[in-house]
């Protein structure tokens, strides 16, 4: 499996929380390094709707050191591995020694909620770091990013942060991290509007982000529409089916530095096997 990791830049903490003390040492230890979180995703072309990063509050993550972008990511210690075994760029790796990368802090994925982001092509300017509890540590980097527009598990899970105070209250996150958010429309599907995720949310009545067989379907149907009949409404391929626009937009954003390849197998079965 392929993945995009998108590169969405850790800011200085602005909320006076000690949860992020942490966070800020390590910022101030590397004034020449950029902090990332890094998502996992299979829609790079959906960039352009972010309006929040997701970890799982209970989630174990590190600020790891890439060698090869003298930059840190911020992602779980599995994920880390298995980026240390792979080429950056040509015949370059990610870490200079195989296989091993350089840990310089731990973080609970509670130490991480309610940092301030700046994530690449988001039409927000700065977005924040949101609990997401349906989050499987085994997949990906453990940190995602969220696109409600396109994506059912984000929008149900952005919207019962929006709609409720003591759900936000629970995770000490603040109104401004989560209500002036609103679904940003960035791909027009015949039959589905131009927000599919939140169309088919409606339409199965999906009210929680634990309606997991519905969200399956939602989720299926969203993206299969999106990359056969999707048409981009935002950006420079405005105009452009997703199918053709998608492997422009991973490439420029590769090329921008503001994403990289991750590759992952299949599942543990075939990580075995091959
Ligand atoms: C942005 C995005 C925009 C996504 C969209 C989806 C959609 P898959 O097919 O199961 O591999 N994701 C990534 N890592 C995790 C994780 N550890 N736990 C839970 N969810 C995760 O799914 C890959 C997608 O699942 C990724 O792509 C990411 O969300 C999420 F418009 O990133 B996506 C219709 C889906 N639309």
Do not use: W
Not at 246 to 263: N, R, S, T, W
Request: overall charge negative; proline content about 6%.
């Amino acid at each position: 499996q392929e993945y995009v990791l998108i590169k969405i830049k850790v800011l200085e903490p602005d909320h006076g929380q000690a949860r992020h003390d942490k966070m800020a040492k390590l910022l101030k230890d590397h004034p020449n390094r950029t902090v990332y979180m890094v998502p996992a995703t299979l829609r790079p072309e959906t960039m352009y709707g972010q309006t929040n990063c997701f970890v799982l509050p209970s989630g174990e993550y590190g600020a790891y050191l890439i060698d090869a972008t003298d930059e840190i990511f911020i992602m779980s210690a599995r994920s880390a591995r298995g980026l240390a075994c792979q080429v950056y760029k040509g015949n370059e790796y990610f870490n200079k020694e195989f296989g091993k990368s350089t840990c310089l802090e731990t973080f609970s994925g509670d130490e991480l909620l309610g940092l301030p982001l700046k994530a690449p092509l988001a039409t927000y300017e700065k977005v924040y770091t949101l609990p997401l509890l349906t989050i499987s540590m085994d997949k990906g980097t453990g940190v995602v990013t969220s696109v409600p527009s396109d994506a059912p598990d984000d929008y149900v899970s952005l919207k019962a942060l929006q709609d409720k105070p003591e759900f936000r209250a629970k995770f000490d996150i603040t109104d401004d991290m989560v209500v002036p958010f609103e679904v940003v429309p960035i791909i027009s599907i015949e039959g589905y509007g131009d927000a599919s995720a939140v169309f088919m949310c409606e339409k199965l009545k999906i009210k929680s982000p634990n309606d997991k067989a519905k969200l399956t379907q939602a989720k299926d149907e969203t993206y299969l529409k999106g990359f056969t009949i999707g048409v981009m409404q935002i950006g420079p391929h405005k105009g452009k089916k997703v199918s053709e626009a998608k492997p422009i937009i991973k490439q420029e954003m590769i090329d921008a530095g503001q994403a990289v390849l991750y590759f992952e197998p299949e599942s543990k079965v075939m990580s075995r096997t091959n």
